[in-house]
């Protein structure tokens, strides 16, 4: 029979690699089970710029190996595998993957977040190479000197348009609402550049091309619709957390949260019944 891991991460973006570090530094040698994105989502981006300690900057793929490198110097051990579902009801975890089922007497969840999607005709079709992403700093080079759309009223979205102004000939901000979530200072860079257009109070409905794209097609609060000539939708509407594998947990969690408090009530009150 397999000893049970003392500690088990799942996930190997910067939280999953720095659980590594600590956990194998305490001598507890994890199992670090790396996911669908191994690295998660710095290894998509180019420059990292504000992460504490490199005054020029590092490379989002340079950092990731280093993190990885010195989590196995302290003994961290590494494997890859997609965990579907899990049993955390007993004092040994159960988690069952892809590849293998693992037990761990500990489990740390570091699987990160992925892009949410818009959900609308023509995005998944065109997704990935054809003309739609959510990732600027992957994809924005193969769009110079075209019109281009990013979706979104956060920070992401912002901070995507700026950077596509390098490329782009002409970055159109669509966002639903007249006011942003971003923060003040992002908001008024993207205002005051020449080359990104506002398109606000919109909803996108649909996604147009043949081979490629070529238009966002958008609704305005009064019905109208408008078509923007676009090669590349950008997607940046926020993240959705990988936490599929575990909701049998907290709902499980709730459950027996539920029934405490129905034993309760029932004691002090015999003739009332909670409903499950
Ligand atoms: P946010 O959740 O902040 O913003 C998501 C945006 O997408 C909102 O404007 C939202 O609209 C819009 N949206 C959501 N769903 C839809 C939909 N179905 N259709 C159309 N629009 C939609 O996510 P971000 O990824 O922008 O940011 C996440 C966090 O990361 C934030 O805390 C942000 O500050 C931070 N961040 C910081 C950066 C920096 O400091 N440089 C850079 C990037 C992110 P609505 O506003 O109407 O809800």
């Known amino acids: 029979m397999t ?26 040698t994890p199992l ?9 989502q710095l290894t998509t981006t180019s420059e ?26 302290f003994g961290a051990k590494f494997a890859w595998d997609r965990i579907d579902s899990v049993d955390f009801s007993g004092p040994i975890k159960k988690l069952k993957g892809g590849e293998a089922t693992y037990e761990a007497k500990a ?6 977040a992925s892009p949410r999607h818009l959900g609308i005709p023509g995005e998944m079709h065109y997704y990935g190479g054809n003309g739609v992403t959510t990732c600027a700093t992957c994809d924005g080079a193969f769009y110079r000197n075209v019109p281009v759309a990013v979706v979104g009223g956060g920070d992401s979205a912002c901070e995507e348009a700026l950077f596509l102004t390098r490329f782009a000939s002409k970055v159109y901000l669509v966002h639903r609402r007249d006011s942003f979530r971003a923060s003040d200072i992002m908001v008024q860079r993207v205002k005051n550049h020449e080359k990104i257009e506002l398109v606000l109070n919109v909803s996108p409905t649909e996604i147009l091309g ?7 097609r958008v ?16 997607v940046a509407i926020g993240h959705v957390p990988n936490s ?3 909701h049998a947990g907290p709902r499980g969690r709730r459950r027996w949260l539920f029934r405490r408090r129905c034993q309760h009530r029932q004691h002090q009150y015999p003739w009332r019944f909670c409903r499950r």
Not at 210 to 216: G, I, M, P, Q, S
């Open 107 to 112: 489990v740390i969840i570091a699987t990160g």
């Open 219 to 234: 609704i305005e609060k009064s019905g109208a619709v408008r078509d923007l000539a676009v090669k590349c939708v950008f």
């Open 210 to 216: 043949d081979e490629k794209v070529h238009t966002l």
């Open 48 to 73: 990292v710029e504000n992460f504490p300690g490199f005054v020029h900057g590092v490379d989002g793929n340079e950092l990731i190996t280093n993190m990885k490198g010195q989590a196995e110097r």
């Open 244 to 246: 599929q594998a575990f």
């Open 3 to 28: 000893m049970a891991e003392n500690v088990l991460i799942l996930g190997t973006g910067c939280a999953g690699l720095t659980a590594a570090i600590y956990a194998a530094r305490a001598g507890l």
């Open 32 to 40: 670090v089970l790396e996911g669908g994105q191994p690295g998660g």
